[in-house]
């Protein structure tokens, strides 16, 4: 009984010592990223000397051989390809729309505008009147007046939601299943407002999606101002435009997703996988999207290796393959996992941005999340802590085959984000070196903290 008494007097002061212990391994993680963090540095190579990164590309197959090369010289147990087929959609030409009437009478007002991803090409130039609609009630309402129109969807983002991606859940729907939508009534083209909150005139590309069941009509994204601009005017006045687009896809490409493996003392078969993806859109260095998760996933094994930790779990840093465009890289991924019969009991994504990081979003269970949200003290050095909702498209296909799975990503600042997303700006000059290292100091200190006392309560 005297045993005992005295174990339940020394407890608390186990508990806090390996409070501080765990403290002290974070910190010099941290010191380290944020004195010799290569990240900043990787990050200018993919986006100045590979530059945009289509799915399909030569760009993109480089960038995969330069993720492989990095990541074997910065000597993991293990670095390999897991080969991949993508689609390779290719733009194929400059993407055009314009005002040429009002009113039945002739302008010429050109209109800011990008092709989305995935569109056909319009095989020549399409005029016709404009039917603008804020939201796909009044597209339902109005479908006895859209055939032989050019739809125009006014997807702006709810100014009212703080969480962008919230607002962006909700206007992304026009971008993905709006041509279909529009060509199911008779439309002969589609323009969207671009998915942005920047108070200019980049138009912003991004995934779409064709229903089979209706004709494959062009589809592309205004420039902000331009597209308000327009809905303004279609309010007061009768429209007429015209667009040409010329995208078209080749065979699916032979890719690969890149994985480094630092294999685990204790559950060697137990994987926690961290990563983001490699692909881009063609008109920008994709710097935040995702250069700045794929340097991050690097920044986390350089760190590991340079203070000689020796993980419990086998841990992957994965480079993956178009998540862009079509999401075969995280699918083959988890299609390989299930093939070899893999427990993956954590994975990690940012794929977010390379902006201040606010949190670790977790996805698990009530009682799973509970045992996270106390690592919160832990974190808060570091400007974070632990919140409910995480995931990412890469590792969300995990869950399919394995629902105990926990999800997790890195969320940034997010208010800036959509400024660039897909569009142009999205270049190497607009990421901020201290931003991007704090954001693998989270990720290294919740893959750490994961690793060291799993996942269950």
Same mark, same amino acid.
């Given at each position: 009984? /005297?045993?005992?008494f005295?174990?339940?007097?020394?407890?608390?002061?186990?508990?806090?010592?390996?409070?501080?212990?765990?403290?002290?391994?974070?910190?010099?993680? +941290?010191?380290?990223?944020?004195? @010799?963090?290569?990240?900043?540095?990787?990050?200018?190579?993919?986006?100045?000397?590979?530059?945009?990164?289509?799915?399909?590309?030569?760009?993109?197959? @480089?960038?995969?051989?330069?993720?492989?090369?990095?990541?074997?010289?910065?000597?993991?147990?293990?670095?390999?390809?897991?080969?991949?087929?993508?689609?390779?959609?290719?733009?194929?030409?400059?993407?055009?729309?314009?005002?040429?009437?009002?009113?039945?009478?002739?302008?010429?007002?050109?209109?800011?505008?990008?092709?989305?991803?995935?569109?056909?090409?319009?095989?020549?130039?399409?005029?016709?009147?404009?039917?603008?609609?804020? @939201?796909?009630?009044?597209?339902?309402?109005?479908?006895?007046?859209?055939?032989?129109?050019?739809?125009?969807?006014?997807?702006?983002?709810?100014?009212?939601?703080?969480?962008?991606?919230?607002?962006?859940?909700? %206007?992304?729907?026009?971008?993905?299943?709006?041509?279909? /939508?529009?060509?199911?009534?008779?439309?002969?083209?589609?323009?969207?407002?671009?998915?942005?909150?920047?108070?200019?005139?980049?138009p912003?590309?991004?995934?779409?999606?064709?229903?089979?069941?209706?004709?494959?009509?062009?589809?592309?994204?205004?420039?902000?101002?331009?597209?308000?601009?327009?809905?303004?005017?279609?309010k007061k006045?009768?429209?007429?435009?015209?667009?040409?687009?010329?995208?078209?896809?080749? +065979?699916?490409?032979?890719?690969?997703? *890149? *994985?480094?493996?630092?294999?685990? +003392?204790?559950?060697?078969? &137990?994987?926690?996988?961290?990563?983001?993806?490699?692909? %881009?859109?063609?008109?920008? &260095?994709g710097?935040?999207?995702d250069?700045?998760?794929?340097?991050?996933?690097?920044?986390?094994? !350089?760190?590991?290796?340079?203070?000689?930790?020796?993980?419990?779990?086998?841990?992957?840093?994965?480079?993956?393959?178009n998540?862009?465009?079509?999401?075969?890289?995280?699918a083959?991924?988890?299609?390989?996992?299930?093939?070899?019969?893999?427990?993956?009991?954590?994975?990690?994504?940012?794929? &977010? $941005?390379?902006?201040?990081p606010? +949190?670790? $979003?977790?996805?698990?269970?009530e009682?799973?999340?509970k !045992?996270?949200?106390?690592? %919160?003290?832990?974190?808060? #050095?570091?400007?974070?802590?632990?919140?409910? $909702?995480?995931?990412?498209?890469?590792?969300? #296909?995990?869950?399919?085959?394995?629902?105990?799975?926990?999800? %997790?990503?890195?969320?940034?600042?997010?208010?800036?984000?959509?400024?660039?997303?897909?569009?142009?700006?999205?270049v190497?000059? @607009?990421?901020?070196?201290?931003?991007?290292?704090?954001?693998?100091?989270?990720?290294?200190?919740?893959?750490?903290?994961?690793?060291?006392?799993?996942?269950? #309560?």
């Amino acid at each position: 009984m /005297r045993q005992l008494f005295a174990f339940m007097l020394c407890f608390p002061l186990l508990v806090q010592a390996q409070v501080n212990q765990d403290s002290i391994q974070l910190k010099k993680m +941290s010191d380290e990223i944020l004195t @010799n963090g290569k990240a900043y540095d990787l990050l200018r190579e993919l986006t100045k000397k590979i530059g945009g990164r289509l799915a399909g590309s030569p760009q993109q197959q @480089n960038a995969a051989i330069w993720g492989k090369r990095n990541m074997d010289a910065l000597q993991a147990d293990k670095v390999y390809f897991q080969p991949c087929k993508t689609p390779a959609w290719q733009r194929g030409g400059k993407d055009f729309a314009a005002i040429v009437g009002v009113n039945g009478v002739a302008t010429n007002t050109p209109l800011a505008a990008l092709a989305l991803g995935n569109s056909l090409g319009s095989n020549g130039l399409i005029e016709a009147e404009v039917l603008a609609v804020a @939201n796909f009630d009044e597209l339902e309402k109005r479908k006895d007046e859209v055939k032989g129109k050019i739809v125009y969807y006014h997807s702006v983002f709810d100014a009212t939601k703080v969480q962008t991606f919230k607002a962006y859940g909700e %206007s992304g729907i026009y971008r993905g299943s709006g041509a279909s /939508r529009a060509a199911k009534y008779g439309a002969v083209g589609v323009m969207i407002h671009s998915l942005s909150t920047a108070p200019d005139n980049a138009p912003h590309t991004g995934g779409m999606r064709y229903d089979d069941a209706y004709p494959k009509i062009p589809a592309v994204a205004l420039g902000p101002n331009d597209a308000k601009a327009l809905y303004a005017m279609t309010k007061k006045s009768t429209v007429r435009a015209q667009m040409q687009t010329y995208g078209f896809f080749l +065979s699916d490409a032979d890719e690969n997703n *890149v *994985v480094a493996e630092l294999k685990g +003392s204790t559950y060697p078969d &137990e994987i926690i996988t961290i990563g983001g993806h490699l692909d %881009s859109w063609d008109v920008n &260095e994709g710097a935040h999207d995702d250069g700045a998760g794929v340097v991050q996933t690097m920044e986390v094994l !350089r760190t590991m290796k340079a203070l000689h930790y020796q993980p419990k779990h086998t841990i992957r840093f994965v480079l993956f393959a178009n998540e862009e465009n079509g999401g075969r890289g995280g699918a083959k991924y988890a299609e390989l996992a299930k093939l070899n019969k893999e427990k993956h009991i954590f994975a990690l994504e940012s794929d &977010e $941005g390379g902006f201040t990081p606010r +949190s670790i $979003g977790i996805t698990s269970s009530e009682a799973q999340f509970k !045992r996270f949200e106390k690592w %919160s003290a832990l974190l808060k #050095p570091f400007g974070t802590e632990i919140t409910s $909702g995480g995931g990412g498209a890469d590792i969300g #296909p995990l869950v399919g085959y394995d629902k105990s799975i926990i999800l %997790s990503s890195l969320i940034p600042d997010s208010q800036r984000y959509f400024d660039l997303h897909h569009a142009k700006t999205d270049v190497f000059e @607009n990421v901020n070196k201290r931003e991007l290292l704090l954001g693998a100091v989270n990720i290294a200190a919740i893959i750490y903290l994961v690793d060291q006392y799993g996942v269950n #309560p």
